[in-house]
């Protein structure tokens, strides 16, 4: 028997038995489907999504959707312009990101090139705990702390319960981690002869991080914002707690806005029927979503992807 | 030859001001998110104070504040994190190991593979709420908003993260174990199995408690596969009628969500069961890169 499935196998090793190899191949298999199925994941997700848009895009013109400036598919007369879902969920990413871009990069720079390895022990897992903080969490926070007590208290704004300021920047120091930690990544990859050089040619510490180290880094700390922003334009509990559900279209922070994920959340939790308009709703604006998040992803990744070529 | 120096001389004085401007701006950066998250954890912890106790762990919930606790919300949580476990250890594993042992990176399916687990590792959570309403809960399976359905939803959400992490505990094994195991006459999985998985089990077990504690904190898939906010039993089994189930983060935002201050208070007693629970799961998970960590 060990001859028989050696010969249907040509090219593979003639050493150990027939029924170990048979084993063995079945194992590679098994271990492929497993594989497999990440890839069956995508697939879900884009058949799923793409299905419903469809059968929406038969009920709602096409143009409607992207160009109208009203969203109330649950009224009466129901209107489905995405744009006010879209703006609102730019405005709370452009707050995030004026809190986190900052915040990021003062703590990435000063974790690659300032801190000793001391500082570096207490400081990195303080950063990993900010990471893992459950979202919904910060929306407790946003709602009922950062509003009444900072915003409304602290800076004697009068800002209402939902407003998508708070949820803006509440979400920045959501996002703060993943900027940070990987533009620390890209940072540390700048070879050290680099900053010799520089030191060299007499110049300070403060001139070779901004100068030399931060430029030479850079594409890796584009990676770090766009990533960033693909997870502040797919978050949801911090908005759909402390940012109301009203789909305004507006560009005032102090406003309450609706988010393309806080529609999702708001519309799935009441019990839909499959087949309607609003349940196809859910996925047409799943689906701009994530190609959103996806187009923003594809471009991180071949940002990362020069600055490893560079150095590595 | 003199000119460069004599100019960095020349400036030298406001330079070095500027590096302490610079230092001082750093150390504020890190000093606003430290202060965030005291804030934090100090707020959950006084609107917590006034109602946590046994109370709050074993009563069901109630639309009477003095009166609604957590119980169901445990256990829909432990049931889902069951599930979720059962499902990405061995696919996990499986995958990473065939993507670190067995795959041909030039082959095209196999980079399609690892582009794609990068890609899933970044969709968001809300689109396997979507993935799972529209495959597991409703459409081919129809399995209703069981446990099932939830525990899947978040399996499949983390499983990149299993995945990215065992193969780099894979990748760390050195090469001579597998050479030395491979000399002595035993098969690829024979060396897999004996040598690469057992030296590899610190930093998956790692992987794995910090995907299972991503998967506790998770409230947006849950909502849109249809946790219940509502529930007056403990759930009892995978699918059928006793399966529905509420989760900690449901339940807590279910809380947010009412005006009243008192369910404020619920909510807080939650997040804090929440985050006591998280970090008991990244204690061990520490501890567990640090007491096994092979030095070859």
């Given amino acids: ?312 | 030859m003199s000119a460069a120096p004599l100019s960095l001389r020349a400036k030298s004085g406001s330079t070095r001001v500027k590096d302490v401007a610079f230092r001082i701006a750093m150390l504020a950066c890190l000093g606003l998110s430290a202060v965030v998250l005291v804030a934090l954890i100090v707020d959950v912890l006084v609107d917590a104070a006034p109602v946590f106790g046994s109370r709050v762990l074993t009563s069901f919930p109630s639309s009477n504040s003095s009166a609604a606790g957590l119980q169901p919300a445990i256990f829909g949580t432990l049931w889902i994190i069951a599930v979720c476990a059962l499902f990405i250890v061995p696919v996990g594993v499986a995958t990473a190991v065939y993507l670190e042992e067995y795959a041909d990176s030039s082959r095209w399916w196999n980079r399609l593979i690892e582009v794609n687990i990068q890609n899933l590792a970044a969709v968001p959570s809300i689109v396997y709420g979507i993935l799972g309403l529209a495959f597991l809960v409703r459409g081919p399976l129809s399995l209703g908003r069981v446990v099932l359905a939830g525990g899947l939803t978040l399996g499949l959400l983390v499983l990149p993260v299993v995945i990215i992490s065992g193969r780099e505990a894979i990748r760390a094994v050195p090469p001579s174990i597998r050479e030395g195991s491979m000399a002595l006459g035993a098969t690829q999985w024979q060396t897999i199995y004996k040598q690469v998985l057992p030296a590899s089990i610190p930093g998956i077990a790692t992987g794995v408690i910090l995907a299972l504690s991503r998967a506790i904190g998770e409230t947006a898939p849950l909502i849109v596969v249809g946790a219940a906010t509502f529930i007056t039993f403990n759930p009892h089994g995978l699918v059928g009628d006793g399966a529905g189930f509420s989760a900690l983060p449901i339940q807590i935002f279910s809380w947010i969500s009412q005006p009243q201050e008192e369910f404020h208070q619920l909510a807080a007693a939650g997040i804090v069961l929440l985050l006591g629970l998280l970090c008991c799961m990244n204690g061990v998970a520490i501890y567990l890169r640090n007491r096994y960590e092979n030095k070859w």
Avoid: C, H
């Fill in chain 1, 1 to 312: 028997m060990g001859t028989a499935t050696s010969a249907a196998v040509p090219g593979t090793s003639v050493l150990g038995t027939g029924r170990r190899r048979r084993g063995e191949d079945a194992i590679r298999v098994g271990l492929f489907l497993a594989a497999l199925l990440s890839v069956l994941t995508t697939v879900g997700i884009v058949f799923s999504l793409l299905k419903e848009t469809l059968a929406f895009f038969g009920d709602v013109g096409i143009w409607d959707f992207i160009t109208g400036t009203e969203w109330s598919p649950l009224f009466a007369d129901p209107q489905f312009g995405v744009l006010p879902l879209v703006t609102g969920t730019l405005l709370v990413t452009g707050l995030a990101l004026v809190v986190a871009i900052p915040l990021g990069l003062g703590t990435a720079v000063y974790l690659a090139e300032y801190a000793t390895p001391r500082t570096r022990r207490v400081v990195k897992p303080f950063i990993e705990l900010l990471a893992g903080v459950p979202t919904i969490v910060f929306g407790y926070f946003a709602l009922t702390f950062f509003t009444p007590v900072v915003l409304n208290g602290v800076f004697g704004m009068d800002v209402p319960t939902f407003n998508a300021l708070s949820a803006g920047i509440v979400m920045g120091f959501m996002v703060l981690p993943t900027v940070a930690s990987i533009s620390e990544d890209a940072m540390s990859a700048v070879p050290g002869s680099l900053r010799e050089g520089a030191f060299g040619l007499g110049a300070n510490k403060l001139q070779v991080s901004l100068r030399v180290v931060f430029p030479a880094a850079l594409s890796g700390i584009v990676a770090s914002v766009v990533l960033g922003v693909s997870r502040a334009i797919g978050e949801t509990m911090i908005v759909l707690v402390a940012a109301g559900q009203q789909p305004n279209f507006t560009a005032d922070p102090r406003n309450s806005v609706e988010t393309i994920t806080t529609f999702i959340a708001a519309t799935a939790k009441g019990d839909i029927a499959t087949g309607t308009t609003t349940y196809k709703t859910i996925f047409a604006v799943g689906m701009t979503l994530f190609v959103m998040t996806l187009l923003m992803n594809a471009i991180a990744i071949r940002f990362v992807r020069r600055y490893r070529q560079v150095y590595e």
